[in-house]
């Protein structure tokens, strides 16, 4: 598909949410299209960049991605603690963040993306991302009908730096965070890792993403989320069909997922967000297909299991790499810093299985 017909699509959507929906919506589906082309654009791989690190010692992604966090959170905290209206990724540190995240971290190596990078692969149409998408789904928002039973084994209540420790006291505790990060990725990489931390690609990825993450908080009024969209597509497929009852449950009967439930998907913020994401990477693949070797029977079975338990851990874990650990960091939750290293050592299991059933050749 060329690129002219999509943006055509692309603007004929915008033109409809600014004289249907609303400027606001329009709005945060443009920035969508950038999220979506600046990913795909950059490669912008939240999974590879971890995988890069532990197989091949190669430190750029991560380096990439601790500035997009630094970056990110010199945009968005100093708004937090300025404009009481806008809302940071604050959750609870649970049993569910630990379970969740570790299997989140574990199902993404496998299902190669995250939940940012499932969208993004899958609007430039890498087929297994394209079939974990609806298995994704699925499972968040099986998750989210289940989250109530998990939150009985323990939790605690969120915690916010800024409220905390004040504005700069966050982002210092933030950068300082970031800085250990960094230096045990460089550590790890060696002489020869150290010598080519720096790459331009995941530079530009890294500030495109801040940017337009604190944009999102602007214009949205809370941070940049993934995995909450696709749980409601689901939850509403589920209600319309008769198969779920939304006020039965714990997390759908709160009377903001209940509002959103009712309404058209066009007003969800984190739905508008995706389908332009969709749209920004369809727009960077025009015209050039993914390549790569066809999938085994047996590997297909395997990734597309991956993608279902990626989407069911990533709503125990309250987000995903972009929800959690972008927008948690970022906005000063602690749930952000408890996320990482959990879902980082749910990779280190998940890249021997990814090797075990020859993804890594495929």
């Known amino acids: 598909m060329r690129r002219l017909p999509i943006a055509a699509l692309a603007a004929a959507l915008l033109f409809v949410l600014v004289w249907y929906v609303s400027v ?15 990913l795909a654009g950059a490669r912008f791989g939240f999974t590879t960049g971890w995988r890069n690190l532990v197989v091949a010692r190669d430190p750029r992604g991560v380096v990439g991605q601790a500035l997009l966090l630094a970056l990110a959170a010199l945009g968005s905290m100093p ?30 190596q496998i299902a190669d993306g995250c939940g940012s990078g499932t969208l993004y692969k899958a609007g430039m149409g890498v087929p297994l991302n ?28 969120p915690v916010s730096l800024v409220d905390h420790f004040g504005v700069a006291g966050a982002l210092a505790a933030t950068f300082a965070g970031l800085a250990v990060a960094v230096a045990l990725a460089l550590a790890w990489s060696g002489a020869e890792g150290r010598a080519s931390w720096f790459d331009r690609r995941w530079l530009w990825g890294a500030v495109a993403l801040a940017a337009l993450a604190v944009l999102n908080l602007v214009v949205a009024g809370q941070p940049w989320g993934v995995v909450y969209g696709f749980g409601l597509w689901a939850a509403k497929l589920a ?22 439930l009712r309404q058209s998907v066009l007003l969800d913020v984190t739905s508008i967000t995706n389908i332009g994401i969709l749209a920004g990477a369809l727009w960077v693949a025009a015209g050039a297909p993914s390549t790569g070797r066809p999938l085994t029977a047996v590997q297909w079975l395997i990734g597309l299991a991956a993608g279902f338990v990626m989407g069911y851990s990533s709503r125990l874990a309250f987000g995903c790499n972009v929800g959690a650990m972008v927008s948690g960091i970022s906005t000063g939750s602690l749930h952000g810093w408890l996320w990482v290293p959990l879902a980082f050592a749910g990779t280190l299991i998940g890249l021997r299985v990814r090797r075990r059933f020859g993804f890594d050749a495929a």
């Open 24 to 38: 606001r919506q329009a709005a945060l589906f443009a920035i969508g299209i950038a999220m979506g082309a600046a």
């Open 79 to 108: 708004l937090l603690g300025q404009f009481p209206e806008l809302n940071a990724a604050l959750a609870p540190p649970s049993v569910s963040l630990v379970v969740g995240a570790f299997l989140f971290g574990l199902t993404m």
């Open 130 to 157: 394209m079939g974990i998408l609806p298995l994704f789904a699925l499972g968040s928002f099986l998750g989210s009908v289940h989250l109530d039973r998990w939150l009985v084994l323990g939790v605690i209540e």
């Open 239 to 260: 209600t319309a069909a008769g198969v779920f009852d939304p006020a039965a449950n714990m997390f759908w009967n709160q009377p903001g997922n209940a509002e959103i």
